[in-house]
């Protein structure tokens, strides 16, 4: 039983304009086996949230801490935040050229457990993974993320959750860009990490739809840097019916941020 | 070789693009000749030396007696003796063909090769060969030497060959490839010298018609390496492929200069030459020229170099020059970049639990390997992976630390 705890979260972005801060005050509490919705309207801050937890280098962390079992993550590099059990499924997966998917996979397992997989068990593990995200096989042999569509660099991600078993994980817009089926196979993917690892995760998302298929317990509007309510299921509908107009600042001054 | 009567269509005043353009090129214009005194002595102020530290190597602008220091052996690439029966050694007159055949010197350091010393290792190779052929170069000093090769592969032949140039060495190399038709040729010039080497060296190659040629170049070490490879076609409807690896280190400077000409129809040529650059003054040039002359429709061409600086400190030049004189062509394509590391490929790879350092080597593997690949010499491809990733791990310390910062 692992415990993420986001405590007081400050933090800015380097833009053309100067820093700007974007968390102001962010708290949140996740266990393993809990699903929360992370729900929000542009520009709210929910990206800035997810690559701040993960040490993406234009984020800068004003002040608050991340426990991960009381470790702060924060004050970890991007690869050690790994090995502690983060991952962040990103919303745009970055194609690295040259770099074979097997390859990849292989080293990051290998950076992740301290240990290089077997390789018998490791192929098959892969080979299960990739089939039951219905990826062609193909995909073990080309470059990470080069030439992949939106919806098979989604499933790379959720292959990678998969085979990584992270003790949390940030899904970052996972369902953006996702057909009915692919959003399915997806939602199947994450479902399936939870039940095999009790992995707590945290789903960035604008829209119920992909609520359907992966249940929240917790739902979070997240609104100018801040978690600003917190509710049961029944708030991702309430949001569905009537928007986000009620959490946004007069002036909707908020949702004009990066 | 015959020269060929070339008939430069004249354009019509009124409608100047329906025939191939009767312009002289610069580089047709440029000269060549075996009498040293053709060509001035470089200086920064000629486009051809522009980007070349001069002063480094002005050794090499005058005539010398060669020291005959470097020694050239010729074996299979596993060591073993060759099969005589394909490919022969032999030390003959400079003067004698098949040497001073391919072309002519081109600058001032390929007249001073051609004239400091009179002999030539020629290497013959016909047949389909096996395995790799080894050309091995051993340097043995400082003292000046001059070096004439000429690779002669006959026609129909099948063959991969290996230069390999190693040890301490000051080196003017001269090198004529001629390949026969319809043969399907790899060659791969190796430069890995110690320390305080200092290489010139100037390619003059010819593919023969319907014939594919591979010439590649690797580059890892020597304080001032210059390489200029001119190339023509021997007859229409060859396949040239240049490609080429450097890794320039603090204070070295690496030159390539690639001058592709399309003096036939329906040829293909691809050049694709890319570079890692680490530490203070690491210099590196990639000149690619590229030359469609009319009587060369259908021409085919593309060429590309890209730089990856490691380390805050290097400067790489780039420098892609086309001049095509026939409208009627597929494709005469150039690219061209120098970036640092990819912030956000970094970040990915870390994200995945994967260190900085080896989420570096990563990428710079992927940078290389395609061209790696497709060199087709396993052994060298391992071999030069290996000595990438030496380098690589050396500068994970201190230089890593000052990048780290620079951020």
């Not at chain 1, 660099?153 to 990584?164: F, I």
């Not at chain 1, 739809?209 to 100018?224: C, E, N, Q, S, T």
């Not at chain 2, 409208?327 to 394509?333: C, K, L, M, W």
Request: glycine share 8%.
């Amino acid at each position: 039983m692992s415990t993420l705890e986001i405590k007081d979260l400050y933090a800015s972005v380097e833009t053309k304009e100067g820093r700007k801060q974007i968390l102001k005050g962010a708290n949140l509490t996740v266990r393993s086996g809990e699903t929360h919705a992370i729900m929000g309207p542009n520009g709210s801050g929910k990206s800035t949230l997810a690559y701040t937890l993960a040490g993406h280098p234009k984020y800068f962390v004003d002040s608050g801490e991340a426990l991960l079992d009381g470790e702060d993550l924060l004050k970890m590099t991007a690869d050690e935040r790994a090995k502690a059990g983060l991952f962040l499924a990103m919303q745009y997966p970055v194609e690295v050229p040259g770099v074979s998917m097997t390859n990849f996979l292989r080293t990051a397992k290998t950076e992740i457990d301290g240990k290089a997989p077997a390789i018998r068990t490791w192929t098959k593990e892969l080979q299960d993974a990739m089939t039951n995200l219905r990826m062609d096989k193909k995909f073990a042999s080309r470059s990470v993320n080069e030439g992949f569509s939106g919806g098979e660099k989604k499933r790379a991600e959720v292959l990678q959750l998969e085979l990584l078993k992270p003790k949390f994980a940030v899904m970052d817009e996972t369902d953006s860009g996702l057909d009915v089926d692919a959003l399915r196979i997806v939602s199947d993917g994450v479902n399936r990490a939870k039940e095999n690892t009790g992995l707590g995760i945290m789903l960035i998302t604008h829209y119920t739809r992909i609520l359907k298929y992966i249940k929240p317990d917790i739902v979070h509007v997240f609104a100018g840097g801040q978690f600003v309510k917190t509710g049961g299921p029944e708030l991702a509908d309430e949001l569905e019916e009537n928007g986000y107009d009620e959490y946004l600042p007069e002036g909707s001054k908020e949702s004009a941020l990066a | 070789m015959a020269e060929q009567e070339i008939n430069i269509p004249v354009a019509d005043p009124k409608d100047p693009y329906t025939l191939p353009a009767a312009m002289p090129s610069s580089a047709d214009n440029s000269p060549r000749s075996f009498d040293v005194d053709a060509f001035a002595v470089p200086t920064r102020k000629q486009e051809d030396w522009r980007y070349t530290p001069v002063e480094r190597i002005s050794e090499f602008f005058e005539v010398f007696t060669p020291s005959g220091k470097t020694a050239v052996s010729v074996s299979n690439i596993d060591g073993s003796t060759i099969d005589g029966s394909r490919v022969s050694q032999s030390v003959v007159d400079r003067r004698e063909a098949p040497s001073g055949t391919v072309m002519k010197p081109n600058d001032r350091v390929s007249a001073v090769e051609w004239n400091s010393g009179d002999k030539a290792v020629v290497v013959c190779v016909s047949g389909d060969l096996d395995q790799p052929v080894l050309v091995d170069v051993q340097g043995h000093g400082t003292d000046l030497d001059a070096l004439h090769l000429v690779l002669d592969v006959t026609d129909g032949t099948h063959c991969d060959i290996v230069v390999r140039h190693e040890g301490l060495a000051r080196l003017a190399e001269g090198v004529e490839i001629n390949t026969g038709k319809d043969s399907h040729v790899s060659i791969t010039f190796v430069q890995e010298w110690d320390e305080g080497s200092k290489h010139v060296a100037n390619h003059r190659i010819r593919v023969g018609a319907n014939a594919f040629l591979r010439h590649g170049v690797v580059t890892l070490g020597g304080d001032v390496v210059r390489m200029r490879m001119d190339q023509d076609f021997g007859g229409p409807q060859s396949d040239l492929n240049m490609l080429g690896i450097y890794f320039a280190e603090a204070g070295q400077h690496l030159e390539h200069r690639t001058m592709v000409v399309h003096n036939y129809p329906d040829c293909k040529s691809r050049v694709v030459y890319k570079g890692a650059l680490d530490g203070e003054d690491a210099h590196s040039t990639w000149v690619g020229n590229a030359l469609i002359k009319p009587q060369a429709p259908n021409t085919d061409s593309y060429e590309l170099n890209r730089n990856l600086v490691l380390t805050p400190g290097p400067v790489a030049d780039s420098e892609p020059n086309l001049e095509i004189e026939n409208g009627n062509i597929v494709g005469a394509g150039h690219a061209s970049s120098v970036g640092r590391f990819d912030d956000e490929e970094l970040f990915y790879l870390q994200s995945r639990g994967i260190t900085e350092s080896e989420a570096r080597k990563l990428v710079v593997r992927g940078f290389f390997a395609d061209l790696i690949e497709q060199i087709g010499v396993p052994s060298i491809a391992e071999h030069l992976m290996s000595v990438i990733e030496r380098r690589l791990a050396r500068g994970e310390s201190a230089e890593m630390q000052a990048v780290l910062e620079d951020k």
